[in-house]
């Protein structure tokens, strides 16, 4: 899930696939065109560049061992060929 927010502050969480290089994560979509008509791309695009990423599985569940991180930090619009 990726946290983001307008202009006026209103805020937007959306489920997203990722990509980690080792350094930076890359938010994408298979379609670049439904990805730049999303919420979180406009919000990014129109200055608000703070976000929070949240990622979380279930490492078992028996026993139930839920395990997740939370990222915050700066976004911004870049190109990638990656697998998104």
């Not at 129109?46 to 599985?57: F, H, P, Q, T, W």
């Given at each position: 899930m990726i946290a983001t927010a307008t202009r006026q502050g209103k805020p937007d969480v959306s489920p997203v696939a990722f990509e980690f290089d080792g350094t930076h994560f890359f938010i994408g979509s298979h379609s670049q065109d439904i990805f730049h008509s999303t919420k979180k791309y406009k919000n990014v695009r129109?200055?608000?560049?703070?976000?929070?990423?949240?990622?979380?599985?279930l490492e078992s569940v028996q026993p139930w061992k839920p395990r997740g991180m939370k990222i915050n930090g700066t976004a911004e619009i870049v190109e990638h060929n990656g697998l998104l």
């Open positions: 129109d200055g608000n560049k703070e976000v929070a990423l949240v990622i979380d599985d």
